[in-house]
């Protein structure tokens, strides 16, 4: 599986910004996805996750309400739309698939990951 996330950028505090996670050379239908991101000085930590149907999806509280993740398995994609972003959010966002059956947070359970898209939210 390879996954390519897009969408990042520069935006004002309390913007919006939506990332993409493509998945190619195999389907990730069946695999939990995650978004992750590594801030300037910091470990990498989990943002969000989502089931392979889509119907369960599990949020770090460090940014619930202020996210949805979902996905398109028809186009074997999975977004995140970021709303109300702080100067705090700035990092490299990172989508990564598991195929575990449960969204799991720790980042050793993920098979596969992206190469992480910059987002940085000025004040």
């Known amino acids: 599986v390879q996954l390519q996330a897009s969408g990042g950028g520069l935006v004002e505090a309390g913007g919006s910004l939506r990332l993409s996670c493509a998945a190619s050379r195999r389907t990730v239908s069946n695999y939990v996805m995650g978004w992750f991101r590594r801030a300037p000085g910091k470990e990498r930590e989990f943002v969000a996750g989502i089931s392979w149907s889509g119907v369960s999806r599990y949020y770090a509280d460090s940014m619930k309400g202020r996210l949805t993740i979902s996905r398109d398995n028809a186009k074997n994609t999975v977004y995140l739309q970021m709303s109300s972003l702080k100067p705090e959010d700035t990092a490299v966002y990172y989508c990564?698939?598991?195929?575990?059956?449960?969204?799991?947070?720790?980042?050793?359970?993920?098979?596969?990951w992206g190469q992480g898209t910059q987002v940085t939210v000025s004040s």
């Open positions: 990564a698939a598991d195929l575990g059956v449960n969204i799991r947070t720790t980042q050793t359970s993920y098979d596969y």
